[in-house]
């Protein structure tokens, strides 16, 4: 029994709306039921509804389309992402780290050499500075992706002063014109004089390691200046006194006593 009535507010639009209307044909009326008249009309004097207003929409979701672009690089074995000048890489626990790509090169370069000294030195020692780049990079100093974010067309030699010993850094271009003022190539004969700049304004367009390469002299420009490469060698006089005359304009170009 219900005592309180309380079925009767079942009965109430205002409770659950207008009863369902139950289509029962009769003998003569088609078995599928008419379609019901829009009498929406509209309340107060505001505007009908459109039916446009409530159909789907694409959400807008910003995607970069790839513009953001992420490089992945391997050290120690560990992979290391960086975007957007920063980089990211799981620690021993696991956990993800995201920190500068400054002062994760910063960090790494110092693990290396303990002061600007010990950093020169060993620059200056190196035969090759291409093999001291390599070890540089499988240590976490990854100088590309730093010259990236610096923005500026420096040597991998200011590269590192600047960001890990705060030293003033010079352009590629700065160092070439500071040796071409010194004009220390006058000590050469004529052929010699115009190898030293030909490799000179090879090293202000494509950097240190491309005058270091054993082709040097079948590139361009050298390739250009008429003679094999041996008789190019010859105007320095023999082998070993082309490769001191490299180690030179090197010690030049960092102007390394």
């Not at 979701?61 to 953001?68: A, L, Q, V, W």
């Not at 560990?78 to 000048?85: G, L, M, Q």
């Not at 110092?110 to 001291?132: P, R």
Request: charged residues 30%; hydrophobic residues 30%.
């Amino acid at each position: 029994m219900d005592f309180r009535k309380a079925t009767n507010i079942f009965a109430r639009p205002d409770f659950d709306g207008d009863p369902v209307q139950i289509y029962e044909p009769t003998v003569d009326q088609p078995v599928v039921p008419p379609e019901e008249e829009d009498n929406t009309e509209p309340v107060n004097g505001e505007e009908p509804l459109n039916p446009d207003d409530f159909r789907p929409t694409t959400p807008d979701i910003g995607i970069d389309n790839g513009e953001t672009e992420v490089t992945k690089y391997y050290v120690n074995n560990i992979p290391v992402s960086v975007v957007n000048e920063r980089v990211q890489y799981y620690g021993k626990d696991g956990k993800l780290i995201t920190e500068s790509l400054k002062d994760y090169s910063r960090k790494n370069i110092t693990k290396e050499f303990s002061s600007l000294d010990d950093f020169i030195q060993k620059w200056n020692d190196s035969e090759k500075k291409e093999e001291l780049i390599k070890e540089l990079a499988e240590h976490g100093v990854l100088l590309e992706a730093l010259r990236e974010d610096v923005g500026q067309d420096l040597d991998d030699f200011d590269l590192i002063c600047h960001i890990a010993f705060d030293q003033p850094a010079l352009t590629r271009q700065e160092r070439a014109n500071n040796v071409r003022k010194r004009n220390y190539f006058t000590k050469y004969s004529e052929t010699a004089q115009m190898v030293l700049n030909s490799l000179l304004d090879k090293y202000e367009k494509e950097g240190i390691t491309s005058i270091e390469q054993g082709s040097v002299l079948k590139v361009q420009p050298l390739s250009q200046m008429g003679g094999s490469a041996v008789e190019l060698v010859r105007a320095f006089g023999k082998k070993k006194d082309f490769d001191q005359a490299i180690k030179e304009l090197e010690n030049e170009i960092y102007n390394i006593a």
